[in-house]
């Protein structure tokens, strides 16, 4: 009688193979950590598996599971880890687009995606690359029966909304960015918007960033005011996100055209008390909260260059723009405590205006200020080491150390005067000994 081995386990066959793609595809993002880590693994499993094999089936798996790892690195902030995975899944474009719609709607997707990955990057080769994708997938996406299937106007529209974000961005281009939102408007409105909250979600977008670039300051305020109005009550995180993109919008024109510091102040004030309760859950929030708190300060303390009367009491509105502003590097520093540092652009903007308020309006508060908002054992996450920080840090400093020299010299006949400038002058020279004895041990060499 023949003597009967157990069987060797055969690697998963395609049906299966397929299946966990579509399974880490489909899964709602972010993730955990560790569904995260075994998404990775497992299609880097299929990857490995699949890159020596000529057959078309396994060629297509092997595209869809390098997209589906992009898609994922994407999705939680790993813009540098994605492209890689888009790049070699559209080095065959062939390998996702089979000539079928499916295949086409597939391949403008990842062109789609690793554009705005290439945008993220900022600079204008990288704009000019991503334009490229971008047009490549809208191209496609008008070969695909429009009429035919909502989704394929849906991604369309959302496709020529991202370019005319990306024509915005590299500046006198402005004519063919309101083309592409105009167009992207246009599909929006023959979808069923109102019943579809992502689709009305988009179209609330689509018509706020419209406003950026449009003819004249009249119309640019009619289409902040139409996207507002789309989302009254916003029905979900993306909804509430746009609602205070435009609510920003409509506030930087009321400041930078209108002049009307007073509605400024209402839309930030708007913005804040929309996203208190979620900064500290997520970054994009976070980030929009802070340029609300830049808005509402820069809208209080106008009279600083502007010349003229500030809204109420002078010691109320002073305190209510340094509260906003110190509120504001407190989110920031919690940030960095999680370790994402993606808000200190506009944090040191803040840091800056709030050095300026207090420099000039409460120099007796100055250091203090100085000193908490850099030394990380003062205030953890601050972020000393940053060199637009130490650099906005440095020279305040020094505009302060000279004016309160200034004033101390001028009130020489004013001894109660010239003390209250010396002690003031001791807080500066600590504060400035402190941002030393930082830098020195951050540097030991």
């Known amino acids: 009688m023949a003597e009967v081995f157990p069987s060797t386990p055969q690697a998963p066959g395609l049906p299966e193979t397929l299946a966990t793609i579509v399974k880490w595809r489909d899964v709602p993002t972010p ?61 065959t474009p062939a390998d996702l687009d089979d000539g079928s719609p499916h295949g086409k709607h ?10 705005l990955c290439t945008m ?53 281009r402005e004519e063919e960015a309101r083309l592409s939102y105009d167009e992207a408007i246009s599909l929006l409105r023959g979808l069923p918007y109102t019943e579809n909250p992502a689709a009305l979600q988009r179209l609330a977008l689509a018509t706020a960033n419209r406003g950026l670039v449009a003819s004249d300051h009249d119309e640019a305020r009619r289409q902040f005011e139409e ?3 789309l989302l009254p009550s916003p029905q979900n995180p993306s909804q509430l ?76 509105w002073v ?3 340094t509260d906003t502003v110190e509120e504001g590097l407190a989110v920031e520093r919690h940030w960095e405590r999680q370790g994402f540092g993606g808000l200190r652009p506009i944090a040191c903007e803040l840091f800056q205006l709030g050095l300026h308020v207090y420099r000039v309006c409460q120099p007796h508060f100055f250091a203090e200020f100085l000193v908490e908002s850099m030394d ?34 001028s009130a020489a006949l004013d001894p109660e005067l010239a003390a209250k400038q010396t002690k003031i002058l001791a807080s500066l020279r600590a504060a400035d000994e402190r941002l030393a004895a930082l830098q020195k041990a951050s540097n030991p060499a």
């Open 376 to 409: 990380p054992q003062a205030s953890p996450g601050a972020p000393f080491a940053d060199p637009n920080f130490q650099a906005a840090a440095g020279q305040a400093l020094r505009h302060a150390v000279n004016e309160t020299a200034q004033r101390a010299t």
């Open 31 to 91: 993730m955990s950590e560790e569904d995260f880590g075994t998404a990775v693994k497992e299609l880097d499993t299929i990857v490995e598996a699949l890159q020596e094999k000529p057959d078309a089936p396994s060629r297509s798996a092997l595209a869809l599971a390098r997209v589906v790892l992009g898609n994922l690195h994407r999705d939680h902030g790993l813009i540098d880890h994605a492209t890689p995975f888009y790049d070699a899944a559209l080095a």
């Open 241 to 316: 996100l746009t609602l205070c993109s435009a609510l920003l919008n409509r506030g930087r024109h009321s400041l930078q055209v209108v002049h009307d510091f007073d509605a400024t102040a209402d839309d930030a004030r708007q913005v804040i008390s929309l996203l208190s309760q979620h900064e500290k859950q997520h970054p994009a929030p976070a980030e929009l909260a802070l340029q609300a708190r830049h808005l509402l300060a820069h809208s209080l303390c106008a009279w600083l260059d502007e010349e003229q009367q500030g809204p109420g009491l002078k010691e109320d």
């Open 319 to 321: 305190g209510d723009a």
């Open 120 to 172: 993220a990057r900022g600079d204008e080769e990288s704009l000019n690359g991503a334009l490229g994708d971008f047009d490549r997938s809208i191209a496609l996406r008008k070969e695909l029966p429009l009429d035919e299937e909502e989704g394929y106007r849906w991604e369309l529209a959302t496709n020529l909304i991202n370019r005319g974000d990306l024509l915005h961005r590299l500046g006198e």
């Open 227 to 229: 996207a507002i109005a």
């Open 106 to 115: 597939e391949l403008a997707n990842t062109l789609n995606n690793r554009g």
